[in-house]
Each structure stands twice: as structure tokens, then as C-alpha cells.
């Protein structure tokens, strides 16, 4: 599975969207994107994936470039409860011999919602 | 539905002894994953069974580790003998998986394994 590139950590401020950036240069073409995140003492949370197109849902909106090799989760209005590990995962869902089904998560961004 | 059930939340135990770790994945959920979260490595994969048949165990560190799924809805991941190194904390995660796809991975609350 392609390896991807987040920030350490970022800030941002209560109500206002919040940009996470995911640098996946090696992406190839039948790997999603995905998107989890872990707040404290939790399970990671799914929130969202996509392969070329953007995706909007009721947590979270995806926009991926369309060489693939970046995207942007975005949280519109970010709350205190946001605050969590952010990763960003490449993740081939077909069949064939290169589907595991694993997920490999890396250190991810860690976003700290300020009131 | 209830989500992916983990028992026990905590356990200490000492060393040299057995530990048995339990979950139950979602309701028509195929895929079962057994995870390890540490300071140190992050979250690491080490095992999944797809439809009750151990897939892959390369991320299992050792032949102290071993996992069943002798259903679809129970799985065990057992540690015999616990050493301080084992103090993690231990995920389950669930997915439906069909022949061409596999789907979104829902993650129990953990297991907190203290070894002491």
C-alpha cells in the first residue's frame, strides 16, 4: 500500500473548518483514500474515503487532486469534540492478490480544536 | 446496533501469566482484525480472519500470541506467557468484505493490557 505524508499536528479554532493535508505521491490507480481518526482512549473512527471523485458526508468533506497524489479532509465547522489523530490511509479495495484488507496506519495529524 | 464488543476494557496481570482477550464484531460483519496500539508503534495490524479462517498472522510478534475465531460473531486473541513488553492496548475491528471489495473497518473501544 502506497505510504502517505500528514503534518505532525495543527491547530484550529473552534467553528471554523479545519484542513488536513495527505501528501500520497505512490498512489496508484485502483487504491482509495481513506480517512480515521482517534480521539483519546478511543477506537479509530472511520470517516470517509474516496478514489478520484470528492466526497461529502455528514462528518467530513474529501477533496482529492486530480493527479491523486494529494487530499484535504475538511471538518466545515470544527468542534472541541474534533480533537483526535487524524489518519490518512491509502487502501486497495479490489480483488485480486494485493488485497489484504489491511489497513497500515501511520502517525497521522494530531488537531487540537482551540475554544 | 451495539458495535464491535471488546471485553475485558482493562486487565492487569503479571507476568508469566495467561491473558485472553475477547471480542465480538458487528452483526453480518465477515472480516475480523486484531490490533496493537503502543507509545512506541503506533496501531499494528496483527491479524484478521475473513470469514473465520485466519488470513494473514505476519504481524503477530511471537508464538506467545495466538488468535481463534471459532464463529462469526467470537474471537480470541490469547497471550501465554505475558511478558511487560505485551502492555498495550488491544483493538478489534470488524468489516464486510465480499470477493471483489473490502469495506470500512469498525474498531471495538480497546482492551488496556497491563503487564507487570
Known amino acids: 500500500d502506497a505510504k502517505t505524508t500528514q503534518p505532525t499536528s495543527m491547530d484550529c479554532a473552534e467553528g471554523r473548518a479545519a484542513n488536513l493535508p495527505c501528501n500520497h505521491s505512490?498512489?496508484?490507480?485502483?487504491?482509495?483514500v481513506y480517512w480515521y481518526r482517534q480521539i483519546h482512549s478511543q477506537g479509530p473512527q472511520y470517516i470517509i474515503h474516496?478514489?478520484?471523485n470528492n466526497e461529502t458526508n455528514e462528518m467530513a468533506s474529501l477533496i482529492i487532486t486530480e493527479d491523486r497524489k494529494s487530499s484535504t479532509l475538511i471538518l466545515p465547522h470544527a468542534t472541541l469534540r474534533d480533537t483526535a489523530v487524524y489518519y490518512c490511509?491509502?487502501?486497495?479495495?479490489?480483488?485480486?492478490?494485493?488485497?489484504?484488507?489491511?489497513?497500515?496506519f501511520g502517525q497521522g495529524t494530531t488537531l487540537q480544536v482551540k475554544p | 446496533d451495539a458495535g464491535v464488543i471488546q471485553s475485558p476494557r482493562h486487565e492487569v496481570t503479571e507476568m508469566g501469566q495467561e491473558v485472553t482477550l475477547r471480542c465480538k464484531p458487528i452483526?453480518?460483519?465477515?472480516?475480523l482484525f486484531w490490533y496493537r496500539q503502543t507509545m512506541m508503534r503506533g496501531l499494528e495490524l496483527l491479524i484478521y480472519?475473513?470469514?473465520?479462517?485466519?488470513?494473514?498472522d505476519s504481524g503477530m510478534p511471537e508464538d506467545r500470541f495466538s488468535a481463534k475465531m471459532p464463529n462469526a460473531s467470537f474471537s480470541t486473541l490469547k497471550i501465554q506467557p505475558s511478558e511487560p513488553r505485551d502492555s498495550a492496548v488491544y483493538f478489534c475491528?470488524?468489516?464486510?468484505?465480499?470477493?471483489?471489495?473490502?469495506?470500512?473497518?469498525?474498531f471495538g473501544p480497546g482492551t488496556r493490557l497491563t503487564v507487570t
Open positions: 490511509i491509502v487502501f486497495r479495495r479490489g480483488a485480486g492478490s494485493g488485497n489484504t484488507g489491511k489497513l497500515i
Open positions: 505512490t498512489i496508484s490507480g485502483n487504491e482509495y
Open positions: 452483526s453480518g460483519h465477515n472480516s
Open positions: 480472519f475473513n470469514n473465520n479462517v485466519p488470513i494473514d
Open positions: 475491528a470488524s468489516s464486510f468484505t465480499t470477493g471483489a471489495k473490502s469495506y470500512e473497518q469498525y
Open positions: 474516496g478514489l478520484k
